[in-house]
Antibody, heavy 119, light 111 residues
Framework: QITLKESGPTLVKPTQTLTLTCTFSGFSLSTSGVGVGWIRQPPGKALEWLALIYWDDDKRYSPSLKSRLTITKDTSKNQVVLTMTNMDPVDTATYFCAHMMVPTIAGYWGQGTLVTVSS | QSALTQPASVSGSPGQSITFSCTAT?????????VSWYQQHPGEAPKLMIYEVSNRPSGVSNRFSGSKSGYTASLTISGLQAEDEAVYYCSSYTNSGTPVVFGGGTKLTVL
């Protein structure tokens, strides 16, 4: 059974760096064809893909946010970490992580974590 | 503007069939073979309903089906049920700088 869970702060101040951790079980991020992606959703708005890391450590980022994002994996801990720098109130959103099969099929999602950016 | 265009809303009555469209506005989707559809109920995470245009994951009702014609993909729900009321997002792989794009979502109202 594949499960994923996001964790991190629920409130960050403008200009701060957000660090989110996706802890998963039921699969290995060393298995060929597997990836973990991050997707966010501002309140009442559509899904927005952020970043993706594959089993072979190939990393992809949303071009519009690339300068602010870093995605890493710790295969031994079954975790993927996303950092986003210089947070702004417009970054307020629910952040999801998802198990992905190549190329970009998000078959399993975490419950999401709401991050509010406010001073 | 999203690379995938979806109508904002559709509605239907129980028992009817309804079709959602998803039109690619960029050729970066290639032959548009990696289209996925997700269902999202309020306050929940999205759920994969269709992948690679027309494949259903295990456990998804066969009332859901997918197809495409050119650069427009479609999701059809047959025998509409109240529980189908949700927002439906299409997504596609692209060979541009961003490998994943989502449509703006279509809200389904079951009358």
């Amino acid at each position: 059974q594949i499960t994923l869970k996001e964790s991190g702060p629920t409130l960050v101040k403008p200009t701060q760096t957000l660090t989110l951790t996706c802890t998963f079980s039921g699969f290995s991020l060393s298995t060929s064809g597997v990836g973990v992606g991050w997707i966010r959703q501002p309140p009442g708005k559509a899904l927005e893909w952020l970043a993706l890391i594959y089993w072979d450590d190939d990393k992809r980022y949303s071009p519009s946010l690339k300068s602010r994002l870093t995605i890493t994996k710790d295969t031994s801990k079954n975790q993927v970490v996303l950092t986003m720098t210089n947070m702004d109130p417009v970054d307020t959103a629910t952040y999801f992580c998802a198990h992905m099969m190549v190329p970009t099929i998000a078959g399993y999602w975490g419950q999401g974590t709401l991050v509010t950016v406010s001073s | 503007q999203s690379a995938l265009t979806q109508p904002a809303s559709v509605s239907g009555s129980p028992g009817q069939s309804i079709t959602f469209s998803c039109t690619a506005t960029t050729s970066a989707v290639g032959v548009f073979s990696y289209v996925s559809w997700y269902q999202q109920h309020p306050g929940e995470a999205p759920k994969l309903m269709i992948y690679e245009v027309s494949n259903r994951p295990s456990g998804v009702s066969n009332r859901f089906s997918g197809s495409k014609s050119g650069y427009t993909a479609s999701l059809t729900i047959s025998g509409l049920q109240a529980e189908d009321e949700a927002v439906y997002y299409c997504s596609s792989y692209t060979n541009s700088g961003t490998p994943v794009v989502f449509g703006g979502g279509t809200k389904l109202t079951v009358l």
